[in-house]
């Protein structure tokens, strides 16, 4: 088996949950650490072990290309470096595992999937749950109608977010210093695959999304933030289903996630502080169990590995997260965001956590109704923002001011 060497972007961040898998696991894979980058490596809490391998640490892609070539580029790396720095690794002659989101706005989306289709590179996002078992599982047996037609979907994230996680520089940020776009929220990043995984699972093929239509959304600031950081949309897909997120970074309890996908024959469920597994309940009674997403959470990696040896397939690519992200870019063009009043605001002074009270509580209920906290009539809401979204405008449409 040949082995397919690896550089590793980003071991101070997100990156550095694929630096002992790489090491430990990767001969058995196939696949050797050749190079990891990072401008702040110390920050790695692995960067003892990197360096008892033997495994060099550039402070950049462009360092590392000038020494050395790997096969397959791995970046978790900050949402607003994905474009460039994707395509320069595919000019380079690697493949690319690019994590979640796949990019901050629709053009430089079509510039990936350009650069990716011209130069014959393979460009994986890294929305693991479109790599897992239950999921592809889960996929084949909608596409193949064992569950009926889709009637609608729901989902809820509620998980607190204290000071130190928005003071990360990129973090919940609309634009550089440069006035280069992020785009960074609770919906473009944290709770990201909560909303792809509905707009996945509905489409037509493993590799493919569907698209949405018609957005209804509302959007608010707890924290001192220039995004948002609670969020509630609904979603109705270019074949007429609604899907219902709901996420918040500002609250204090912890609930979730969980969603309820029903279907004219089942229901799918998860629950992941119950049994965290996808559990299908049949209107005949049967039950099918599909598994946990959990289950092989470096899948995405050794996939892409096996496709730099053409072997394996794209199960997540660009065209596939774009619907994902022309939600995000959809909401930055049309959606203000309301700011919590000051005086709703609670703050935990040990946890550093600023809150709205209750926040937790309100959104369960929003949840087992399915409806926005407008319809709900809650007392912190603003009415939603509506607006169409069309798929012919693909990649199109730069954000205005």
Known sequence: MRTVSVVLAGIGGYGRLSVMPLLQDGPAHGAKLVACVDPFPEKCQFIHEIRAAGVPVYASLEEFYEKDFADLAVLATPIH???????????????????????????????????????????????????????????????????????????????????????????????????????????????????????YLLGGSLAAA???????????????????????????????????????HGCDEIYGPVFEYTF?????????????????????????????????????????????????????????????????????????VYTIPAERIAYDEKKELRYLPGLTRELISCYNSGRMPSEAGLSFACPATEFDISAGMNFAGLLEE
Not at 85 to 103: A, I, N, R, T, Y
Not at 294 to 299: C, K, Q, R, T, V
């Open 81 to 199: 470096f994905h474009c460039e720095q994707s395509v320069f690794c595919m000019q380079k002659g690697s493949d690319v595992l690019c994590e979640k989101p796949v990019c901050s706005i629709l053009p430089d989306a079509e510039r990936m999937a350009e650069a990716s289709r011209a130069l014959g590179r393979n460009l994986h996002i890294g929305y693991q749950w479109s790599h897992s078992a239950c999921v592809t599982a889960l996929k084949e047996d909608i596409a193949n109608g064992l569950l009926g037609k889709p009637i609608g979907m729901k989902t809820l994230i509620c998980w607190p977010r204290n000071k130190a996680y928005f003071a990360r520089g990129w973090a919940a940020k609309n634009k550089t210093a440069s006035g280069e776009y992020i785009l960074d929220s609770i919906a473009m990043n944290a709770t990201a695959h909560y909303i792809h995984n509905m707009l």
């Open 210 to 248: 569907c698209e949405p239509a018609h957005i209804a959304a509302e959007t608010y600031r707890v924290n001192e933030i220039e995004s948002f950081d609670t969020a509630a949309l609904r979603i109705t897909t270019d074949s007429g289903v609604p899907l219902l997120y709901l996420a918040t």
């Open 264 to 336: 004219e024959k089942a229901t799918v469920r998860y629950d992941e502080m119950a049994e965290g597994r996808f559990i299908a309940e049949f209107s005949d009674g049967s039950v099918k169990d599909y598994g946990s997403p959990a289950d092989g959470p470096l899948a995405k990696l050794w996939n892409a590995v096996d496709c730099v040896r053409g072997h394996g397939r794209i199960f997540c690519g660009v065209e596939t997260s774009v619907p994902h992200l022309r939600c995000i870019n959809g909401l930055a063009e049309h959606v203000p």
